[in-house]
């Protein structure tokens, strides 16, 4: 990171420490700790059900900070993840210093720490979702010559509010309305604000398609997305921006939800997944031809062949299935397209050799430059939701993605899968291709089927597929969705059990 990077770093303790959050140190959080006369510690963790969970220190001294800092503390692992023993559950969590900020909410100065688990030997909790992502991001690194499987993704909400009169967008027609059509891009933005600074790479935001009403209340559909970075950072990221973005509604006194699902007919709610794998810097998608390259196709090939079981990990709930309909912009079929919105994975327009001379063709006082963009190039991913436990999500799609390196003739299945047109206009296309799980019911049944690939190398432990495995199945959910059709007061009975899901 450059002065000038560090200089504008949104995050308070990058700044004042002059170094990126990947190095800050347990002698660095001290001095801010002191600088920033932080009163609280706060260790947040993810338990199983997607959501950070908090312990609170209040700091007698620095030596007393440091002892925290130093030895962690002791949590009930049974009451975190439903798969352990009580009888044997104590687990160690530990403070990973590259996560640290400045607590946005609390009354006094507070700084917050994301934690890994550890077991009572002092052993990497092998269940814990942290320590899966890492496993995952290693073993890609391994398989494939010391590539980084990068990711960045989408979180796209709906504010519930009180219905206003004045200035409603038409129905379903919320795509990228500014204030004061958009009620909520004071808090979109806010909440960006405080993501930043708490160490989100935000790429942008904006509103969505999805509005509607339903009699005095009023549903808005926004989306915040953020840029490629690392597996663990990318997770990191995603689950504090979730809290962040939930705790501000609170103080709003709206409810944000990222549901998959909110009614019949109306846009759901995706967190949609862009990947890139590189190699030393440099963007691996693309070839010296300027075109997708064999390392693309062999990505996609992974994530197409283990499309069906990754719902296991990130469609989690009956509702996931109620989105993943024809004619909602959401995926039902297994195939990738470019810029295709109806495709399961898209390639997203990309930005040619010839694109830099559009700045001096808008700005005729500019010169032209040659720019290689490159490193924009993404493949989505579209078929997760905001159920999703983030950092399994991301080590299931890790998996996929080494699994399309060892895949014989794997740039050819990914070719054999790809559609140009619309899938849903063309019976022909639509019928060639495999179509992803209705269910949790469905989706358990593939991840069992495909479960030796995810606990190849140690990398998902056997007991936690055992455990996601039996919390789909509790939803018996088998013909759900055909039960209750196009029925809107059930869709919203069962919505409303699942709406602050992941």
Known sequence: MTQEQLKFNPNPLVGFLQKPMCEFTKADILKAIEEFNIEMINFRYMAHDGRLKTLNFV????????????????????????????????????????????????????????????????????????????????????????????????????????????YLPADQRGYHASSPFCKFEDYRTEAMRLIAAAGGMIKYGHSEVGNFTVGDTMYEQNEIEFLPTTLEDAADQLVIAKWIMRTLGYKYGITVTFAPKITVGKA????????????????????????????????????????????????????????????????????????????????????????????????????????????????????????????????????????????????????????SVNIFEHEDVLNRLDVLPDSCAASADLLERDRALYEKDGIFAPALIDGILGQLRAFNDRTLRADIGKDAQKTLELVESFIHCG
């Open 59 to 166: 700091i007698q001294s620095l030596e007393h900070a440091d002892e925290v800092l130093t030895s962690g503390e002791r949590v009930d692992g049974s009451s975190l993840f439903p798969f352990l023993e009580a009888g044997n559950s104590d687990l160690y969590v530990m403070p990973r210093f590259r996560t640290a900020f400045l607590n946005p909410f609390a009354d006094v100065p507070t700084l917050d720490i994301l934690c890994a688990y550890y077991t009572k030997d002092g052993e990497p909790f092998a269940m814990a979702p942290e320590y899966t992502l890492a496993k995952a991001g290693r073993a890609f690194r391994e398989a494939t010559g010391g590539m980084e499987f990068e990711v960045m993704g989408e979180l796209e909400y709906y504010v519930i509010a009180p219905k206003e009169d004045d």
């Open 268 to 419: 759901g709610s995706g967190m949609h997944v862009h990947t890139r794998v590189t190699l030393d810097g440099k963007n691996m998608y693309v070839g010296a031809d300027g075109k997708l390259s064999d390392v693309a196709h062999k990505t996609m090939a992974g994530i197409l062949s283990l499309a069906g079981s990754l719902t296991a990990f990130g469609n989690t709930n009956p509702t996931s299935y109620f989105r993943l309909v024809p004619h909602q912009e959401a995926p039902t079929n297994i195939c990738w397209g470019d810029r295709n919105r109806s495709a399961m994975v898209r390639v997203p327009l990309g930005w040619s050799k010839g694109s830099g001379n559009m700045m001096a063709h808008c700005n005729p006082l500019e010169k032209k430059e040659e720019v290689d963009f490159t490193y924009k190039q993404t493949i989505e991913l579209r078929t997760p939701d905001g159920s999703a436990n983030v950092y399994l999500l991301l080590a299931g799609m890790t998996v996929a993605a080494r699994h399309g390196f060892e895949m014989q003739d794997a740039v050819q299945y990914a070719k054999d899968r790809y559609v």
